[in-house]
């Protein structure tokens, strides 16, 4: 199993943030912080002065809904002379809670309402992650995509609910995002395609 799929998706998301939703510009201060840390009681006394996105990691979860019944998966390679047999990958649902954080007082309201409608206008057009932001971090997205969701589930209002709870923070409006990532996490076997065939003859 890779052991850096979480970097490797939080760097995705970083990117997606900046470029889809904040339309920012590389090597120009955006004026806006992003941030992958608890929004607890600590991280709400040291906001600074500038507006500051938060994507909170709340869970990792297997989806179960995607697994398969077959385990394996056959195909030959390139020349047609070797099959390959690999398992099929553990589909991984990763979910962030985002929100949106500002210090000024009188205008903290409009300023993260603002951002909140940028981030859904930037980040809920899109049903998969897109792939230029896979191959950017190294992110296999498998035969079938990866299903990116920005409104949660059923469960979202629960669960966060007992976030806040946890954090003893103040409750703000969130966007829970579910990716459902597929991690390699058997080695492929690579069988003479004739021997294969041998196998699969003396079965029967």
């Known amino acids: 199993m890779d052991p850096h799929i979480l970097q490797k998706v939080r760097k995705a998301l970083e990117q997606m943030i900046l470029q889809e939703a904040l339309n920012h510009k590389p090597g120009k201060n955006s004026g806006i912080q992003l941030s992958f840390i608890a929004p607890d009681s600590d991280f709400v006394a040291e906001l600074g002065t500038d507006p500051v996105i938060n994507c909170y990691l709340i869970g990792v979860n297997e989806d179960k809904d995607r697994k398969k019944s077959e385990s394996y998966n056959t195909k030959l390679n390139k020349d047609k002379t070797k099959l390959i047999l690999q398992?099929?990958?553990?589909?991984?649902?990763?979910?962030?809670?985002?929100?949106?954080?500002c210090k000024d007082r009188k205008g903290s309201a409009e300023i993260e309402h603002l951002l909140i409608g940028y981030l859904i206008s930037g980040l809920g057009?899109?049903?998969?992650?897109?792939?230029?932001?896979?191959?950017?971090n190294d992110i296999d997205p498998g035969?079938?995509?990866?299903?990116?969701?920005?409104?949660?589930?059923?469960?979202?209002?629960k669960v966060s609910g007992q976030v806040w709870q946890a954090m003893g923070?103040?409750?703000?409006?969130?966007?829970?995002?579910?990716?459902s990532v597929p991690v390699t996490i058997y080695p492929i076997?690579?069988?003479?395609?004739?021997?294969?065939?041998e196998n699969a003859v003396s079965t029967k």
Do not use: C
């Not at 057009?125 to 950017?136: G, I, V």
């Not at 923070?169 to 990716?179: C, D, I, R, V, Y």
């Open 87 to 101: 398992k099929e990958p553990k589909f991984v649902d990763i979910s962030y809670m985002i929100t949106v954080w």
């Open 125 to 136: 057009k899109y049903d998969f992650l897109p792939d230029q932001y896979a191959e950017q």
């Open 143 to 157: 035969l079938y995509g990866i299903p990116f969701t920005l409104f949660g589930s059923e469960n979202s209002e």
């Open 169 to 179: 923070s103040t409750p703000k409006p969130s966007l829970m995002l579910s990716l």
């Open 189 to 197: 076997e690579i069988l003479p395609a004739i021997q294969a065939i």
